[in-house]
């Protein structure tokens, strides 16, 4: 545990190399990456994960959770550990924390590897009734947990979140048990996690254009995030983005390909040519 920001964090660090700081999604925790994509990058790299502030062993305040006030943490950890510049890898909500601590901080960052980035600056387009992510997170419920998303549920993302809490853990050696979604669900009753993570602030699309660092952005082809991959492919300069084949999960798909995004991680911050797999594609 370290204290940065008043918050106390639960970290891992471990392995020897350049430094690499990993950060989880809304609702997940250092453990993801942890079940085998660390164990792939620490014979080269001194690789840093922890739990975001409302999650997993982490502290719980009950305010703190826009993109930037997340980046300050990312920049006091780095800081409380000694680490000068760091590549940052990155997913979903981790991959906009990034993002943002890029734009306050870029002397501390080196190259990012943005997983399925989400983006507060196009909330507003994934509350509309035709998000296709609706479908897709419906289908996900049903399809794990044998409960039935009634009509008027599908685009209720209250329900929807607390439904899949009921999905059970899909990796590693707890595999197919409850996952303990208690407290998750208690950080989205008490504190202002949702509502921060709609605050923009200065991370809008013309801010995140000049952000120079290179990128690589990684999305599943079927990824209910699509818009956001052709949008950011639009505007992001010194990025390569790639389209992986359809996978099972989509979203979640770092997951199921650990050893194909640990290839692609290792390869782009040597700045060696991608696998043949990897293409610049646009939808």
């Known amino acids: 545990m370290i204290a940065v920001n008043g918050v106390r964090f639960h970290y891992w660090t471990t392995g020897e190399g350049p430094d690499v700081v990993l950060l989880h999604g809304l609702g997940g925790n250092l453990a993801i990456w942890h079940l085998k994509l660390v164990p792939l990058l620490r014979q080269r790299y001194r690789i840093t994960t922890y739990d975001l502030r409302g999650h997993g062993r982490s502290d719980t305040p009950p305010t703190g959770y826009t993109t930037a006030d997340m980046a300050a943490d990312l920049r006091g950890l780095l800081d409380a550990l ?13 991959a906009d924390i990034a993002l943002h601590c890029a734009l306050h901080y870029p002397d501390r960052v080196d190259r990012m590897i943005l997983i399925e980035v989400g983006l507060p600056a196009l909330v507003s387009a ?111 300069v010194n990025a390569t983005s790639i389209l992986l084949p359809p996978s099972d999960l989509r979203h979640f798909f770092p997951l199921e390909q650990p050893d194909l995004l640990a290839e692609y991680i290792d390869r782009f911050i040597r700045g060696e040519a991608l696998p043949a797999l990897a293409q610049d594609q646009a939808l």
């Not at 000694?82 to 981790?94: D, E, M, P, Q």
């Not at 992510?133 to 399809?143: H, K, L, P, Q, V």
């Not at 809490?165 to 202002?192: A, H, N, S, Y």
């Open 82 to 94: 000694g680490i000068a510049r760091a590549h940052l890898v990155g997913h979903s909500l981790g």
């Open 126 to 236: 994934r509350k509309d009734a035709s998000w296709i992510g609706w479908d897709y997170w419906a289908a996900m419920i049903e399809r794990f947990t044998g409960h039935k998303v009634p009509p008027e549920h599908r685009t209720d993302w209250k329900y929807l979140l607390r439904q899949s809490m009921d999905v059970p853990i899909m990796f590693g050696p707890l595999q197919g048990q409850r996952r303990k979604g208690e407290r998750f669900l208690q950080v989205l009753d008490t504190t202002t996690l949702v509502a921060d993570y709609e605050v923009i602030g200065d991370l809008t699309l013309e801010n995140i254009a000049r952000i120079p660092h290179p990128k690589l952005l990684i999305y599943d082809s079927h990824s209910p995030y699509i818009e956001t991959y052709r949008m950011l492919r639009e505007v992001a």
